[in-house]
């Protein structure tokens, strides 16, 4: 079996097993600590195909920034709360249903195959790049909702330790 097969799997069992437990762990520290896992994986499969932006945008953004902010507010509330609260609305069969759609989409996907691909890398070799054009609209058209959403961001952080404060004195 070529070591990328093995990689593969490797990454494949982390992101699926992170996200399995994921849903099942009681505890939502542990929860957090698993999606952690899971978003992991996926950092890896995105390296095996040679994304190299998209692993440093999962590793940086989602698991550096994002994640240790969902670990941030679950700390900050009361947890033995939520605990007592009930867990489930029982609206499982819209899960059920949901499922179904879902099932028969990726039938779909799976029956259609993949689309074509060019023939020669270096047909796409000579081309710009998806991140160069992502980067000049980013920051030219859309320079001041990017801004925006930063500081959009920075306030709700901000409020969320001032509720916490409130809340605790």
């Not at 097969?5 to 698993?34: C, K």
């Not at 879902?102 to 998806?130: C, W």
């Amino acid at each position: 079996m070529p070591l990328d097969a093995i990689f593969f799997w490797l990454f494949a069992l982390i992101t699926l097993g992170g996200a399995v437990m994921t849903v099942l762990s009681r505890n939502a520290v542990h929860s957090a600590v698993w999606l952690i896992s899971s978003l992991l994986g996926t950092a890896g499969l995105f390296l095996l195909q040679k994304a190299e932006f998209l692993f440093a945008v999962q590793i940086i953004l989602y698991i550096g920034g994002i994640m240790l902010l969902f670990l941030f507010v679950i700390m900050l509330v009361n947890l033995n709360q939520q605990a007592k609260e009930r867990q489930f609305s029982g609206q499982w069969w819209i899960a059920l249903v949901v499922c179904a759609v879902v099932a028969v989409q990726f039938g779909f996907f799976v029956k259609k195959g993949m689309p074509e691909l060019p023939a020669r890398a270096e047909e796409i070799a000579h081309t710009e790049g998806n991140i160069e054009r992502l980067a000049d609209v980013l920051f030219t058209q859309y320079l001041v909702p990017f801004e925006a959403v930063s500081l959009l961001l920075l306030a709700a952080i901000v409020g969320s330790v001032l509720m916490a404060k409130v809340k605790r004195s």
